[in-house]
Each structure stands twice: as C-alpha cells, then as structure tokens.
C-alpha cells in the first residue's frame, strides 16, 4: 500500500504547533510506509503455565479496593470481567473527583502487547509496572504503594494467599503485590476462538460471511498492515484522524487531567493542547502528534465502544471510518471502496475473533483486622 | 516605657525561675531562659510578603478542597477554627481509607515557629503546607493535579494573576498564598489576660493565676522549655507519655504507623519492632531522639484540646498530672521531669494560668466564598 502524509492538513490541526511546522516536511520525507506483505493476524499461541498462587493472590487484589487511595475503586472498577474488562464507556473515570480522557482498554491478552497504554509509555513484558502505575497514579488510584502493603498486612487471608505465592514467613511488598496483580491480568485470556480454530485446520469454525470478510481483512480493506500477530496489533503507533470526544473538551475534569498528564510528561507548551496529541506527549517527536497504539482485535464483541477516546459506539461506525479513508488530520489512511456485503463480511469476521465469554470469579473482601502484636511488625 | 517594664517584670520572673528551680532539685542545672512576653506581629519573609489579596486568595485556598488527592480534603478539614484550628479528635481524622497518627495541631500562631509538624520535619509555612496537602494519610494530593485544577477554575486564574503576576496558577504560589493567611491567623494580645497584666493590667490575672503564674515560672518549672513569647522553646523532648490506646487495636492507625516507619526510612529492624512513635529520631537517625517531640505553645490551650502529640490527654488537669508525677514512666525520658509536689490548689492555679494564655474569645474565621466550578479552556487563537 502506498501512502502519502497530507502535511497540509496537518499543519491546520496544530495551529498551536505551527511555528515549528516549517520542519515538520523534512521530518517527514522518510515517513510514508511500505505495504507489510508478510503480516498476518495469527492463531493465540497456548497459555504458558502461570503461578498459580500469584495468580490467585492477584485477582484478590484485583477487587479489592483499599488498593486505592480513598478506597474509591479497584483495578476492577474500571476493567470490569462483566464488561469485557473495560468500563464500557467511552472514556474512563478516573479517581474520584477526576474523569479521565481515554478509553480504558480491555485487560485481555495482555502477554501478547508490545507496549501498555493508548500512548505506549509503558513496556509491555512487564504488567506489574504498568500495574504499579495505575495504582499509584493520581489520576487512577492515588495510592501510596507502601500504605496499600501496610493495608495487606492486617487482612489474614490475604497473608495466607501471599504465603503460598511467596514463600512461608514473605510478608506484603509492594513490588510484588504489582506483579502478583500483573501475573492475574496476564493470565486472562481468550478461549476457543473461531478464527483459532479455523487456522489450526477447522474450515467450518468460519461460516461464508465470515470467509468474505477475512478476504477482505487482508486484501481491499489491508486491516492485516497494522493489525497483525496473535492479538491483530503490530504495536505500533498510528495517525488515523479519529475525531475528538466532544466531552474531552467540554468537560473540564477530562481536559485538565490530559493537560497534566501532558505536563508531568514533559510536553512541551502543554496549556495550548486543545485535542490528545497521544505518543508526541510521550516521545515530543513532532511526527507523533495523534499517534496511538494499534489496539488489539480479539474480543471485540464485549469490548466497545472502540478507539482511544472511544468515539465510535459499533464496529460498523468503525468499519464506516476506516472506509472513508479516516479523519483526515495527516492520516495514512485512504478510501477503502467496501461494498455493503463486504462492510457486512468484515463485521462479521472482526467478531469471529472473539471466544467463549471471560469470567472471573470475584473473590469475597475479607475485612482488615487489629494485629495484637503491635510492635512486632 | 511598657517595654521597659516588661523587660522587668521578664527578668525577674526569669530570676525567679531559676532560684525555684535550683532550690527544687539538685539533679538538673537551670539554664537562663526566655521569659513569657507578649507575641510580637509574626516575622514575614522577604519573598513572600503579605498582602491583603494574597491573604484573601490564602484563606479560599486554605478552604479549598480541590487542594487534596479526592477533592474532600482542604487544610480547614482537619484545621477547623471553631476546633481550636485542629480536629479535636486525639488523632487526626486523616485522609479518607486512612487515619493519621498524631494529634492535629492548632494553625494558631503556627505563622511564629521555626520548625513545624510535631518532628520538626519543615522550617516554613510554605514548606508545611504541601506536606500536608500530599501527604498520603492527610490530604494525599498530587501538586501537578492540584495545580491544573486551579488552571481550570477561572476566579483563581485572575486571583493568582493579580496577586502573583502569572499566565497560570502555579502550585507553590498557593502554598506562599496559605502561608501568608496562616500568618493571620494569631493570637490578639488585647484579648488575653496574661499578655494584658504584662502591659500593667494588674487585674487581668485574678489572684489565682498570679499564683499559677509563680509556680508557672517556679515550682513547676514549666518555663523551662515553655518560655519566651510563643510560650514555646522550640526544642525536642522526651516525656514518656503513653501511647494512643488505638494503636493496640485499629488496623487503620496500626497500617499508618507501619507505613510512617517505612517511608521515613528506619533501618528494618526499626520498622519491624517499632512499639512506638519515634519522634525526632525519624528526622536525625539518632537513637538519643527516640520519643522526643517538638515543645508546643502553650497560648490558646482554652480552645485546643486534645492534648499532646497524640492527644493522649482531653484536659489540661490530666495534663498537669502528668507532670506533677514527673511525666511518664520510661526510664529515658528528659531529666528535666521530676515529680513536682503540687497540691490540688496549687494545680488549680497552674491551670487558672495556663487558661489565661487563651483570648477571651476563640479567634473564628468565617468561610469564604469559594469560586465556582471548573470552567472548559479558551479555545486557542490562531
């Protein structure tokens, strides 16, 4: 596929930028992509054998929401197993008293991510970090690590959990608290997919819309450049033009918790943002304004709405999008001509990648208890 | 003239005190102290003067709870001045899924100290107030979030523009706007006894407080670490009080205490056996500092109980107990407590004493107008 960047178009949505645009054409000589002609959305390889132990100790922790600052909210609050470990709606909540501006993504197939995050600021091997910072940052959880280890020392049960992760005699540390919730969130994941088993030898797990729409997938729709691998994500970084949620500007608890995610960043002249710059925030490379992550494809059907901001509320409004050609804004994207049976067969093949529905059993909260040692901590 | 006279009538209570003292005991040495005086207008730093829009902005500020991690927690929650400018609880209530764990001290006259919170941890009012406003068993906020917060709010916007000439709120602006108020927050010499009988009023003190007042400077020798304008010497001492009986059987103060060791940075074994609050020796690491507590002022005792850094006693007789007794058994405590002898008239008189330290009335502040909700960005213009 050969594509071109509209820089015109471009430099009108930064007006707030345009002083430095005058470089943006240089930069940008080198961008335009290659068509990827060995991309593939592959089969999810097996599981490998998780810790069980940390596992269970994790989704305990996962529910429980002293691990939040004012205890306001648990990891599950906004990564629900009964919305498809998203919140449902566009954009996220946040901590009380705070609204978030990006849609929060679904924590399902986790080990296959390159990067965690919309804006891929945090590394995708490693769940308990990505973990830590929900908790601790004032935008999710507002919680001090150290307090939320002190809280885990005076519930019994959970020592006992922590015991068989950790060793007889281990006590609650932060550090690994993370990870034994990293280790739960990773262990999620998708089961008897019909795509799956189409690809390991099964021609009827596809029905013929289905069929259509995989053509398509991987042919006039070239879905396939960016969504690829076993969770149809190539881990990068993309300019699609996506509009603005109306709400990030107009409710001003979602624009000024971007504005300061922007300044604790490190962004450059954060008070003149008026939309989600996405990766330049994180990388002030000015080719990565509006750039976010490739999402994963996979449990589509329990995960809308979709995008970053959660804009679009059905795959058809997504497929629609994409027809077009994207938002403009210095897109890579261009027209796709589908007809309606293959908008139709796309749709369709899109939630055939989805399995048997994801639950997990929430754990009962046991309550914090006096220790009767005080003084021998 | 008046001044003359104080610094007389000063002198001689100092004399005074330190006869008493070593009449009263052979194991300690008196030193020369500071006599009780009359507070002076509290010292302002030169660059953070005063002025009436930044004391106003302060005082929002100070009322404002967008200033804390979930919008509940702004310093008036736990400084309440119908409260004596604490909480009155004997511990601090703290930030919500939290308790803290020492007492809440009064704000009044906390613009004349020198070192602040009950280990002396900050020597400024702009350096305590975001402590506590980010302090994750007080107001737990993040200063990033909390400055955007007032970026958004548009009668702040032009009330830091005005006071402190910038595009946007910055968040040390507010704590210099705080401390400014804090530094309105004292007491009025007018309004109490003792500081009126210091200016000639011989019957601002009735005949049973002229006799605390001796025993104050004498018997009692409270004025040894109680002394100077502040009433206060600033320095750490060891008392052996008793601990807060919670902390044997609430998880939350046991989480807290725990979490305090912790981030303070004791060595592990400190952590794990901690049967106490160590006090200033979280501070120096020195194990002769263990227990010690910054000397409070004694001036509007009337309005702030409870007592003690963690409030272990509700009035000022059990207080005066306390002393009389020779403070608390602990085999390190300040040498300094020796049991005092006094009789109960005599401990009526301490306390008449102590009570004339206080205003007539409370100094209460009413609430301000805070300004509104957050309001979206202009546009940008092109």
Avoid at chain 1, 74 to 79: L, Y
Avoid at chain 2, 18 to 34: H, I, M, Y
Avoid at chain 2, 331 to 342: E, N, R, V
Avoid at chain 2, 359 to 365: F, N, R, V
């Amino acid at each position: 596929m050969n594509v071109k960047l509209r820089i015109h178009t471009w430099r009108r949505w930064v007006p707030w930028l345009s002083g430095m645009a005058a470089a943006l054409p240089l930069l940008c000589a080198s961008a335009a992509t290659t068509g990827n002609a060995a991309a593939a959305l592959t089969a999810l390889p097996e599981s490998k054998p998780a810790n069980a132990a940390m596992v269970n100790l994790g989704r305990h922790l996962y529910f429980d929401s002293r691990l939040a600052g004012d205890w306001g909210s648990s990891c599950a609050s906004c990564h629900d197993p009964k919305k498809g470990l998203g919140d449902g709606l566009p954009l996220s909540a946040g901590y009380t008293s705070m609204e978030y501006f990006r849609n929060a993504p679904p924590l399902i197939n986790l080990r296959h991510r390159v990067r965690f995050m919309w804006d891929g600021r945090l590394d995708g091997t490693d769940a308990g970090t990505a973990v830590r910072d929900m908790v601790t940052e004032a935008h999710f959880m507002n919680a001090d690590g150290r307090i939320v280890q002190e809280r885990l020392k005076q519930i019994p049960e959970y020592v006992n959990l922590w015991e068989a992760a950790f060793g007889k005699g281990s006590d609650p540390y932060s550090p690994r608290m993370f990870n034994a919730i990293g280790a739960f969130i990773q262990s999620i994941e998708s089961k008897n997919v019909p795509y799956d088993r189409f690809l390991r030898g099964d021609t009827q797990a596809l029905n013929a819309q289905e069929k259509l729409g995989m053509a398509v997938f991987n042919g006039k729709g070239n879905c396939v450049q960016c969504h690829n691998g076993p969770i149809g994500s190539d881990g990068k970084f993309h300019r699609l033009g996506v509009p603005e949620h109306p709400d990030v500007l107009a409710n001003p608890l979602r624009t000024l918790t971007m504005l300061r995610h922007y300044a604790s960043s490190g962004m450059p002249n954060y008070m003149a943002a008026r939309t989600d710059v996405g990766l330049y925030a994180i990388s002030k490379d000015l080719q990565d304004i509006g750039k976010f992550q490739t999402p994963s494809l996979r449990e589509l059907k329990v995960t809308a709405p979709y995008m970053h901001n959660g804009v679009f509320k059905t795959l058809e409004d997504v497929v629609d999008f994409y027809d077009r050609g994207g938002g403009g804004n210095g897109t890579d994207l261009r027209p796709l001509g589908l007809t309606v049976e293959e908008k139709k067969g796309l749709v369709a093949f899109l939630l055939s990648l989805s399995g048997d529905p994801i639950t997990v059993e929430q754990p009962p909260l046991p309550d914090l208890k006096a220790r009767g040692n005080f003084g021998k901590n | 003239m008046t001044l003359h006279r104080n610094f007389t009538i000063a002198a001689m209570l100092a004399f005074s005190a330190s006869l008493a003292l070593a009449q009263s005991t052979n194991k300690t040495v008196a030193l020369a102290v500071p006599p009780l005086a009359t507070l002076p207008p509290p010292s302002i730093p030169k660059d953070n003067p005063n002025t009436p829009a930044k004391e106003e902005l302060g005082k929002k500020l100070f009322w404002e709870s967008r200033l804390s991690g979930n919008g509940s927690m702004p310093c008036v929650s736990c400084h309440l001045p119908n409260l004596g400018w604490g909480d009155g609880g004997a511990i601090s209530r703290g930030y919500p899924g939290t308790k803290h764990w020492r007492n809440s001290q009064t704000i009044l006259n906390s613009a004349y100290y020198n070192k602040l919170f009950w280990e002396g941890n900050v020597t400024s009012l702009e350096g305590q107030a975001p402590a506590a406003a980010e302090g994750a068993v007080a107001g737990n906020g993040d200063s990033s979030v909390m400055e955007m917060r007032l970026r958004f709010i548009p009668e702040y916007v032009d009330a830091f523009l005005k006071v402190f000439g910038t595009e946007w709120p910055r968040i040390n602006d507010a704590w210099r706007a705080i401390a400014a108020y804090q530094r309105t927050v004292v007491t009025d010499a007018k309004q109490v006894p003792f500081d009126r009988w210091l200016a000639g009023d011989k019957k601002a003190l009735t005949e049973s407080q002229q006799r605390g007042m001796t025993l104050f400077n004498g018997k009692a020798n409270c004025i040894q670490c109680h002394n100077g304008a502040l009433v206060s010497d600033q320095k750490f001492y060891r008392l052996g009080l008793p601990e807060h009986p919670g902390f044997r059987d609430d998880p939350l103060l046991q989480i807290t205490h725990r979490w305090e060791h912790y981030q303070k940075g004791v060595p592990e074994g400190q952590y794990r056996n901690a049967p106490t609050d160590f006090g200033l020796y979280y501070q120096t690491k020195n194990p002769k500092d263990i227990g010690k507590f910054r000397t409070p002022s004694l001036r509007e005792l009337k309005y702030t109980a409870p007592y003690m850094h963690n409030g272990v006693f509700t009035t000022l007789a059990e207080v005066v107990d306390f002393y009389n007794a020779g403070g608390g058994k602990d085999a390190d405590k300040s040498p300094l407590l020796q049991p005092l002898g006094l009789s109960s008239a005599e401990k009526i008189d301490l306390i008449g004493f102590l009570e004339a330290l206080s205003m007539d009335k409370p100094l209460l502040h009413d609430d301000p107008k805070l300004p509104g909700d957050y309001k979206p960005l202009a546009p940008i213009k092109k």
